[in-house]
């Protein structure tokens, strides 16, 4: 069978809303390349949404996650748990930034690890309120979807939301809001509909995902963590796609110097396995009763093992230095481009966490059109892109950090090709 034959067979089973971004079927997939079943050969410039960091079927980590099923796959770590579980919450207290003592919950998915930060919040601080920005993105549960500042697809037709959950602009130069613009609407935030005694967690991407790739700057974050010591406000980093040395650093919150109070963590922390994390200070996250956190398949013995694989990965094979030559190698090239082409109104990156966003030079409105046709006509060159942005405008590259730099410099060149057919 094709892929077109397949994705007719998917239609007929799948629900409309569990879309894919691509009719193309996978049959193997090898570092930053894959292969789908017709046979075709793609470079990887998705990384499974920032999942596959070090790369796919990663040798070790395959390895590690074949010898632990070998012993067993699934126990439940609150009934009778096993040494990885607590192995590896010990890795990511050590690592996690600042220097309060830590403790670790694991989860299944990001949106558990952030409904669970939220409750950890809400248990320590007795308050209900929680204030998030506009164009965050932080999952797809309902708790999720009310604290996501993006309508389009994610909270269309869903609601309604909880209540208690409110929304102020993030900082972004390139969409002219500025640090004291956006400190200001806290201010109003707390003047017009709820007082800061009555909120328990300010959470914030340190760069938006989904929202574009904005980077917070560390004034901004300095102001929050400031505003949050003040008012007894619990801060919450999601960490979820900046982590695990994507952004040159294992967490983006490290460029800051800030420790928040509680840390949301999944995506890259186990290189393909579903497992997630919040990380916090000890004794908020001791807020929450005994059995009042956790999951059936919480923090997975196949996800453990991965977990503590992934970790040895970035510092042996130094990935956040890796991370940090490919966001110069692209935004070089991309910047290149943006001389030739005057419709990439910025570049900018983190890392290896890099965005080119598409604005129309004669009335600087989003080029989201653009966009969209540029991921198409990238697959048909054999590249896998990403876009994101709140208008959709943005095209987002996160190759794994392992790319062999002949690889990545192919993908670039495909990209140009497919550039070049559209304006």
């Not at 069978?1 to 998917?10: D, G, I, L, P, T």
Request: with cysteine.
């Amino acid at each position: 069978m094709n892929n077109s034959q397949w994705q007719e067979r998917k239609q007929q089973v799948i629900a409309n809303g569990m879309a894919n971004l691509s009719p193309i079927y996978v049959e193997k997939a090898n570092n930053a390349q894959l292969w789908d079943i017709e046979g075709n050969r793609y470079i990887d410039f998705a990384a499974g949404i920032a999942v596959n960091n070090t790369g796919h079927s990663h040798p070790r980590i395959v390895a590690a996650v074949t010898a632990q099923l070998q012993r067993f796959s699934h126990t439940c770590s609150m009934v009778t748990p096993y040494a990885s579980f607590i192995e590896l919450a010990e890795a990511l207290t050590r690592r996690a930034p600042g220097p309060s003592e830590k403790k670790a919950i694991f989860l299944t998915t990001g949106a558990e690890a952030v409904e669970n930060a939220v409750k950890i919040a809400r248990a320590h601080t007795g308050r209900p309120g929680v204030i998030a920005f506009k164009g965050g993105f932080h999952g797809r549960t309902n708790m999720t979807m009310g604290l996501t500042g993006k309508v389009a697809p994610y909270k269309s037709s869903f609601g309604p939301f909880p209540g208690e959950i409110f929304h102020v602009p993030y900082p972004n130069d390139v969409h002219g809001i500025s640090i004291e613009q956006s400190l200001q609407a806290l201010d109003d935030l707390f003047a017009c509909d709820i007082e800061p005694s009555r909120v328990a967690a300010i959470i914030f991407e340190p760069v938006q995902g989904e929202g574009g790739f904005y980077a917070a700057p560390p004034a901004f974050a300095h102001a929050l963590r400031e505003l949050c010591n003040r008012h007894g406000i619990m801060l919450i980093a999601d960490e979820i796609q900046t982590g695990f040395a994507r952004t040159g650093k294992l967490f983006a919150t490290e460029y800051l110097g800030v420790e928040p109070d509680l840390m949301t963590m999944a995506k890259g922390i186990a290189g393909g396995f579903p497992i997630s994390a919040v990380v916090g200070k000890a004794q908020v996250m001791d807020s929450a009763a005994p059995g009042g956190l956790g999951g059936t398949y919480a923090g997975s013995p196949l996800g453990c093992v991965a977990g503590l694989e992934v970790l040895k990965i970035i510092e042996e094979e130094r990935l956040c230095e890796k991370a940090l030559d490919i966001g110069e190698v692209m935004t070089t090239e991309l910047k290149s481009w943006q001389q030739r082409w005057p419709q990439i109104g910025d570049v900018r990156h983190l890392g290896a966490m890099i965005a080119m966003e598409f604005i129309d030079p004669n009335d600087g409105k989003p080029m989201a059109e653009l966009t969209k046709s540029l991921v198409a006509a990238a697959r048909d060159q054999g590249v896998i892109l990403l876009s994101c942005g709140v208008k959709g405008n943005v095209i987002r590259f996160l190759p794994p950090l392992t790319i062999e730099a002949d690889v990545l410099r192919e993908g670039l060149d495909k990209v140009k090709q497919a550039l070049s057919t559209l304006i």
